[in-house]
């Protein structure tokens, strides 16, 4: 069956950082990258960055640059998401999604989704 | 960045009615990079329409994307239960990827 699963819910103090990840199941894990995306309670969606799990490269939304880190785990069909120097407004369900192998590409992304992680950033 | 703005916000409908939903854009998109979700509470995202108009796998035919520049439209032609729910659509042809706002659609 195909499958992104998520981690469990983060209660993380400002300033903290945490570490989620996401586990590929029941695909070719390589053939696709995988893309973020988080939601603030009762907001849209918002696109934080993509990670080529054929060769690890990446591209961040200028958002997030400097504070968010993407890898993957071929191995243990992995990807990981690490956000530092977290505030409130980091506060929101953070989703894995399934994507394109190649950054610029059109057609089918974003077709598979995890379950999505809870962060709360609180002191 | 380009910036998609959904209209309307929030729609009362029954079922059975037909649904537009609007989706304009700051920007030309080219139409093969402009998708459409659906979510409804506690759940991801679900893709229903990848290039403008092409439904994604067991999406059912009720559901039609269209448009072409800085105007595409998501409609439902005939409104099921299941339907109720928020609208999002989304561009990956300039970088940051971004999506709408959102459209909620509501029984009435």
């Known amino acids: 069956q195909v499958h992104l699963f998520q981690s469990g819910t983060e209660l993380k103090p400002p300033g903290a950082s945490v570490k989620l990840s996401c586990k590929a199941s029941?695909?070719?894990?390589?053939?696709?990258?995988v893309s973020w995306v988080r939601q603030a309670p009762g907001k849209g969606l918002e696109w934080m960055g993509w990670?080529?799990?054929?060769?690890?490269?990446?591209n961040y939304a200028q958002n997030f640059q400097g504070r968010v880190t993407m890898t993957t785990d071929t191995y243990t069909t992995t990807t990981y998401l690490e956000l530092t120097s977290l505030t409130s407004d980091d506060t929101a369900v953070y989703y894995c999604?399934?994507?394109?192998?190649?950054?610029?590409?059109?057609?089918?992304?974003?077709?598979?989704w995890g379950q999505g992680t809870l962060v709360t950033v609180s002191s | 960045e380009v910036v998609l703005t959904q209209s309307p916000g929030t729609l009362s409908l029954s079922p059975g009615e037909r649904v537009t939903l609007s989706c304009r854009a700051s920007?030309?998109?080219?139409?093969?990079?402009l998708a459409w979700y659906q979510q409804k509470p506690g759940q991801a995202p679900r893709l229903l329409i990848y290039?403008?108009?092409t439904r994604a796998a067991g999406i059912p035919d009720r559901f039609t994307g269209s448009g072409s520049g800085t105007d595409f439209t998501l409609t439902i032609s005939r409104l099921e239960a299941e339907d109720f729910a928020v609208y999002f659509c989304?561009?990956?042809?300039?970088?940051?990827?971004?999506f709408g706002q959102g459209t909620k659609v509501e029984i009435k």
């Open positions: 989304q561009q990956y042809v300039t970088p940051p990827w971004t």
């Open positions: 999604s399934r994507d394109s192998p190649h950054y610029f590409q059109d057609g089918v992304r974003f077709d598979l």
């Open positions: 920007q030309s998109v080219r139409s093969s990079y």
């Open positions: 290039g403008a108009s």
């Open positions: 029941g695909y070719s894990f390589t053939s696709y990258g």
């Open positions: 990670i080529s799990t054929f060769n690890g490269n990446t």
